[in-house]
């Protein structure tokens, strides 16, 4: 079966989730995907097929062809769309066993919702994700020992700490480490939870790593070379005298090479043309900035390698299901409460000194846009260790809040 991708409006989203929240009795309701009344055409986008893919890496690759011609700054965070290709992909990421029976995963792995706790979870949207953002290197995150579409431990690992899955080096060395070419499969070890270099390891020296280096700044070798002694037999597959493989590689009909498919081009985050009171998305600062997904955005605290700068994601009132914070803004005023995890605060709280920037977007409620607010002082604040710092920003401007309809990527 071919056909063009469309997106699931509200509409065809209630009455997925509502099957799937059913205990998936029958087949899937296919019928949602063309019907009019419950999707739209997704401008520019291509065809996909039912075609029967080895991996995620393939299936993923064969729906980034088809969204070639789209904003993909856009479409990244189109949940109807990705609740699209679920159903239209369900036979393949949710097979039915000998008995007509599924195993069906929490509906994050279905539908696309950044509200979501674990939004980066879907199967689809993850996976062409990641082959965007570093192509061939991507095999070790999609391709599981066990073959078929399933998730890996490679991939959760790496993406449970999403400094170290939106750093293109980084995945390089797990491919380099863990990825065999000939064989075409993951190392045996690899996902190990016994034994020494195993990719658990790896993310938890790196994230020790991180907090005296730059990992963003360094390639591939330079940060094996501050890999222990538990990694050395690791370290004799990655063979820095190759050439690293085509970023982006084709698949079926030839294409054009894509503009983007290159060594990735530094990241600038800059506020020129940023209007005080404009509303974004992560996506679209993401995109507007250089970086190939909002992967680096995501957290509270963003703080882009080499710079000078500080900003803050801050919501007011978060979902239920996530530790909530005591966030509020009063006037010129912005109440904050830190990180769980403590990375950034004495950092926040010595900003003046260090000479940092500290920039603001807010929003009062979660699974919203932000409102840009500008730079922020630090007034005072308070560390604390068993829970989270509590500071308080003076901001240097305030602006009505915009409708949330005022989109600011034209701004």
């Known amino acids: 079966m071919k056909a063009l991708i469309r997106a699931l409006n509200e509409r065809g989203i209630a009455r997925f989730r509502s099957w799937l929240q059913a ?13 009019p009344d419950t999707s739209d055409p997704v401008a520019s986008a291509g065809e996909v097929e039912q075609l029967g893919f080895d991996s995620r890496y393939d299936l993923a690759l064969h729906v980034l062809d088809a969204l070639d011609g789209c904003d993909f700054g856009r479409i990244s965070a189109h949940g109807g769309l990705w609740a699209w290709l679920s159903l239209f992909y369900f036979d393949l990421i949710c097979p039915a066993d000998l008995t007509e029976a599924r195993k069906v995963r929490a509906l994050e792995a279905y539908l696309f919702d950044p509200a979501f706790r674990k939004s980066s979870s879907h199967l689809i949207r993850e996976a062409v994700l990641s082959v965007r953002a ?35 080096k980084v995945v390089e060395l797990a491919w380099r480490f863990y990825y065999d070419q000939q064989r075409k499969s993951i190392r045996r070890g690899s996902a190990s939870t016994v034994g020494g270099g195993n990719i658990l390891r790896f993310t938890v020296v790196l994230q020790q790593l991180s907090v005296n280096f730059d990992l963003h700044e360094m390639s591939a070798k330079q940060i094996a070379g501050l890999l222990p002694a538990e990694f050395d037999t690791w370290k004799t597959y990655a063979n820095f005298a190759d050439s690293p493989p085509p970023t ?25 043309s940023i209007l005080v009171g404009s509303i974004w998305e992560r996506e679209q600062l993401a995109a507007r900035w250089g970086y190939r997904t909002f992967h680096a955005l995501a957290r509270g605290v963003f703080t882009p390698a080499g710079d000078k700068k500080i900003v803050l994601f801050v919501t007011a009132v978060q979902q239920p299901v996530i530790t909530q914070y005591a966030n509020r803004l009063d006037g010129s005023a912005l109440y904050w409460e830190g ?73």
Do not use: M
């Not at 570093?134 to 993406?159: C, M, N, W, Y």
């Open 248 to 272: 982006l590689p084709q698949s079926g009909a030839p294409r054009a090479q894509r503009s983007d498919a290159g060594e990735p081009r530094r990241a600038a985050v800059s506020f020129e």
């Open 134 to 168: 570093h192509g061939d290197f991507a095999k070790v995150l999609l391709i599981s020992p066990k073959g078929g579409i399933k998730d890996t431990r490679i991939q959760s690992e790496l993406s449970d700490r999403q400094d170290l899955i939106s750093n293109a």
């Open 23 to 35: 205990a998936v009795p029958g087949e899937p309701p296919v019928e949602l995907l063309a019907d």
């Open 339 to 411: 990180e769980r995890n403590h990375a950034n605060d004495t950092r926040i709280g010595q900003s003046s000194d260090r000479g940092d920037e500290i920039h603001i977007f807010f929003r009062e409620q979660h699974h919203a846009p932000f409102r840009y607010l500008g730079k922020a002082k630090v007034r005072t604040f308070e560390l604390f260790a068993d829970k989270p710092s509590k500071f308080e920003f003076e901001l240097e401007s305030v602006t009505p809040e915009r409708p949330a309809g005022a989109c600011g990527a034209g701004s």
